[in-house]
């Protein structure tokens, strides 16, 4: 009888107390849940933050290689324009060079070329045609040259130009013109003195004189007494041919 009673009580009290075991054990459960939810959490923070760090560096990369590219780039333009520039400098002089042709007085042609123009001047019939000038003789025409005060409306093709003493100066076949009125007017040639080489005060890295392999990007062709120059500042370089090499002279004309 005794047992019959007890059995209820134990078996209330180990209910009891599975219950309360069964508690703390999800208790702890839920602590370790929480515990490596936080883990992972901050892990995918961490790597989150390692993946933007490394598109931020490879993003600051690919700037940097495109700087990189386009200076490349803007340097092997600069060095094309300048290898272009000193190219068309030496055919232009070796082309004037080799292929100038002298302007010959009383040389002697059969007939007049064609789109040749009648000009009048103080009584006197000449004929133009591509900067040459024709005087009717018996059995042709002859090459002569036009006098100064004599105008034309437009300049011969190839002409040449350089400024001297503040007047600019128009040639071709060892004429001179200035422009005047719309047009052009024969002028006596200018008289040209060449200078000792002397230092020019205001021109640096250049001592006259000297001789160069290339010349400064800024500099100018000019064409005095039928003779082609470089201007650059105060100083004129002269082109001197060594086999098919074009070196310059360091001058200074007056």
Avoid: C, W
């Avoid at 001789?211 to 039928?226: F, G, K, M, Q, R």
């Amino acid at each position: 009888m005794k047992l019959t009673f007890l059995l209820p009580a134990l078996l209330a009290i180990g209910a009891v107390s599975g219950s309360a075991l069964g508690a703390q054990n999800e208790r702890e459960n839920d602590k370790s849940f929480k515990r490596d939810h936080e883990k992972r959490v901050e892990y995918k923070r961490d790597e989150r933050r390692h993946e933007k760090k490394q598109r931020i560096e490879h993003k600051k990369e690919k700037r940097e290689d495109r700087k990189q590219e386009k200076r490349k780039l803007a340097k092997y333009k600069q060095e094309k324009r300048e290898q272009y520039r000193y190219n068309q400098r030496k055919y232009n002089y070796l082309t004037s060079h080799h292929n100038s042709v002298a302007y010959r007085q009383n040389r002697f042609i059969n007939h007049l070329p064609r789109s040749s123009a009648s000009i009048r001047f103080n009584g006197i019939s000449f004929t133009f045609n591509d900067g040459l000038y024709y005087r009717k003789a018996k059995r042709g025409y002859h090459v002569v040259k036009p006098p100064r005060g004599l105008r034309i409306n437009t300049l011969p093709r190839n002409y040449r130009h350089f400024k001297h003493h503040n007047t600019t100066y128009y040639t071709y076949q060892n004429v001179y013109y200035i422009a005047d009125n719309n047009g052009y007017t024969v002028v006596d040639e200018p008289k040209i003195v060449v200078n000792q080489a002397i230092k020019v005060g205001n021109t640096k890295n250049y001592d006259l004189g000297q001789t160069y392999d290339t010349l400064p990007i800024s500099a100018e062709a000019v064409t005095i007494n039928e003779q082609q120059y470089f201007k650059y500042q105060d100083i004129y370089f002269l082109p001197q041919v060594s086999g098919d090499e074009v070196k310059y002279l360091a001058i200074n004309l007056g």
